[in-house]
């Protein structure tokens, strides 16, 4: 995201070939400012933070659409295109087939906030459908996305550039000595999003990436942007920079920042954390002995005092909202419930019909055999609590439908208690 945001900033004073094609230019200025691009990563990302990574495809379309419509109202004169400035202020706004590059620019955040590059592509669309549903606008969204996914999961450069010729059949052929002469600007996808990969594959920085980018000249804050946001996921960036960044844009716009970085970390620790959980039920079922259980215990009381969560899902006897309500709410709506609502947690029987909660490590896990309609992330350490005050319950088991692990009553108090002692609770 700051990738993203560095680059428009740079590449700011130059847009429109003002600059001299050279790679020896001053990096800021008092012509160094955030453009549409920023305001509209920054819209993306606040839309993607707040419908969450489970969100279907029209509800993300639906979030796009409010979030960068309100954020363009607040930044009115930041250099928007045409259609695009006519499109913010539209009650009902319809995509209009647009293939400018501003569906790859504003992107960068489908980039980083999903666990498959499949997943990667459908959100990354979504966000340019709304405005770009043009195929080479998708095509641009997607291609950028996807880079920036294998970017950040360790892929090689030639692996990037194969897979990106072979996915989206941009020539990523050329050099940037070839480019340069002959390149003006140009505010499509199909001229710019491969321009911005060549100069991020050319790159042996981060700040050699957005120079590069720059010297192409034409539409150089949207190429910075997009190589940018490349460029951080595969090397990072520098502090300084980071600090660079931040002194320029708004108090607003670094809470997003925030927020998106702190929904990386969070999400990060969830799944390291539930990935110990599981390699240690898996060693449990090699060893199957005192040692598994002592690597299994190690795995839940380390994710205690991470404060982690696990899944439990509930069952609802009738639906939260009536028809009416489901038919005229909206995205980010609340709403009130016309009747008592109440939540039966599921459990699971034993081959002697003992009752357990069950929970779950991950959504997959909980699909495998869970009939909840409604599930809630709860933190370890109250879920154990919980299962000592439940009544007919023998304890809990942890993904009953897959490899499992069952922790009957004593255990769950033994963890509790080493848990406290350890904090001094």
Not at 46 to 51: F, G, H, I, Q
Not at 106 to 112: D, E, H, M, P
Not at 284 to 305: E, T, W
Not at 409 to 423: P, R, V
Request: aromatic fraction near 10%; charge should be negative; include cysteine.
């Amino acid at each position: 995201m700051y990738g993203a945001i560095l680059g428009d900033i740079i590449g700011s004073p130059f847009e429109y070939d003002r600059g001299e094609k050279t790679k020896d230019f001053k990096l800021f200025s008092r012509r160094s400012y955030f453009t549409d691009d920023s305001v509209m990563t920054l819209a993306v990302c606040e839309a993607l933070l707040k419908v969450g990574l489970d969100a279907t495809v029209k509800e993300i379309e639906e979030a796009v659409i409010t979030s960068m419509q309100s954020w363009g109202r607040r930044y009115p004169h930041a250099g928007y295109g045409g259609y695009f400035s006519q499109w913010i202020r539209l009650k009902h706004p319809q995509p209009y087939n647009s293939f400018g590059n501003g569906s790859a620019m504003r992107v960068s955040a489908a980039g980083w906030l999903y666990d498959s590059i499949e997943r990667t592509k459908e959100v990354a669309k979504a966000t340019a459908n709304v405005t770009h549903n043009h195929p080479e606008g998708i095509k641009g969204a997607e291609a950028t996305a996807c880079a920036i996914y294998l970017a950040r999961n360790k892929s090689s450069k030639e692996e990037i550039k194969k897979y990106i010729e072979k996915e989206f059949h941009y020539d990523l052929n050329r050099t940037l000595n070839e480019i340069r002469p002959g390149y003006h600007m140009d505010e499509t996808c199909q001229k710019t999003v491969p321009e911005a990969i060549i100069a991020f594959l050319e790159s042996k920085d981060f700040e050699d990436a957005i120079r590069n980018a720059v010297s192409l000249g034409g539409d150089t804050d949207t190429l910075g942007a997009i190589t940018g946001s490349i460029a951080e996921a595969y090397y990072g960036i520098p502090e300084w920079l980071m600090s660079e960044c931040k002194h320029r844009i708004n108090k607003e716009m670094i809470d997003i920042l925030d927020e998106f970085d702190h929904t990386l970390t969070r999400k990060d620790v969830l799944a390291d954390t539930n990935k110990l959980i599981g390699k240690a039920i898996d060693q449990y079922y090699v060893q199957d002995n005192k040692d598994g259980m002592i690597l299994f215990m190690d795995s839940m009381m380390n994710a205690m005092k991470q404060g982690e969560e696990l899944i439990i899902p509930y069952i609802t006897t009738h639906s939260f909202l009536s028809d009416d309500q489901i038919n005229n709410i909206s995205i980010g709506d609340t709403f009130t419930l016309d009747h008592d609502m109440k939540l039966k947690m599921e459990t699971v029987k034993d081959a002697k019909g003992k009752e357990w909660l069950g929970v779950f490590t991950s959504t997959d896990e909980m699909h495998k055999g869970s009939s909840g309609n409604v599930q809630i992330n709860q933190p370890i350490l109250s879920i154990f609590k919980l299962v000592l005050d439940l009544k007919g319950v023998n304890g809990l088991v942890i993904n009953p439908f897959g490899k499992y692990i069952r922790l009957n009553k004593n255990i769950i108090a033994i963890l509790i208690g080493i848990y406290e002692k350890q904090n001094k609770i």
